[in-house]
Each structure stands twice: as C-alpha cells, then as structure tokens.
Nanobody
Framework: VQLQASGGGLVQTGGSLRLSCAAS????????MTWFRQAPGKEREFVAC???????YYADSVKGRFTMSRDNAKNQVYLQMNSLKPEDTAVYYC???????????????????WGQGTLVTVSS
C-alpha cells in the first residue's frame, strides 16, 4: 500500500485548503483512512477518520471546520479545511489501517501505512 498526500500550502487565517490522499496497492473498501497532523515540536495528533468506510470522526479542535470525505472509486480521501487558524499549522499525514478498532483510531501506532505528509501553514 502506498499513500500520497497533496494539497498543502500557505493560507491566511480564515482561509480554506483541501488536502487529498491517493491510495494504491491492496486497498479494500473496509480500510480505515485517517488524517493526522504534527506541528513543530509536538506529538502527532489525530485529526479525522473514516472508519472502515462507514462513519467519520473528528478531533474536537477541528469539528465544524474540517470535513473528511472518501471516493472509493478513486481510492482517495480528502480533507476540506475551512476557517483555518494559525494553530492548524502542521504537516498533515494520511494513514491507512485494515486492523484498527474504533476505540484506537486516534492512536498513530495503530496504522501501518503512511503518506509522506503535506505542509499546511496558516499565517496570522
């Protein structure tokens, strides 16, 4: 499995960006796809998850501003980010797991496949 994230960039506070993650290889419809982010000097943190192609879950910090979607025909997931804040600045990673359970979707260690990351910078 290979994941390729794209769409990052520089945006002003209040602006929007749309991230994409293309998956290739052994992808099954029940794969769990998740977005994480990592700011400089901080731990990698959970952002949003499409769990086994059913429900989508969000971190409290992005709920109402970010929307994750999935296109199974293209094996892609997206993260629409609106009302961006300086604290959203981070490298954003997409990750995939075929084994993660719902109670652990927020744990980076549960994911075996990762994209290379795409940098989002929100200026104040």
């Amino acid at each position: 499995v290979q994941l390729q994230a794209s769409g990052g960039g520089l945006v002003q506070t209040g602006g929007s960006l749309r991230l994409s993650c293309a998956a290739s290889g052994h992808i099954v419809r029940s794969s769990t796809m998740t977005w994480f982010r990592q700011a400089p000097g901080k731990e990698r943190e959970f952002v949003a998850c499409n769990f086994r192609n059913t429900n989508t879950y969000y971190a409290d910090s992005v709920k109402g501003r970010f929307t994750m979607s999935r296109d199974n025909a293209k094996n892609q997931v997206y993260l629409q980010m609106n009302s961006l804040k300086p604290e959203d600045t981070a490298v954003y990673y997409c990750a995939l797991s075929n084994r993660v359970i719902l109670s652990t979707i927020r744990a980076p260690g549960q994911y075996g496949y990762w994209g290379q990351g795409t940098l989002v910078t929100v200026s104040s």
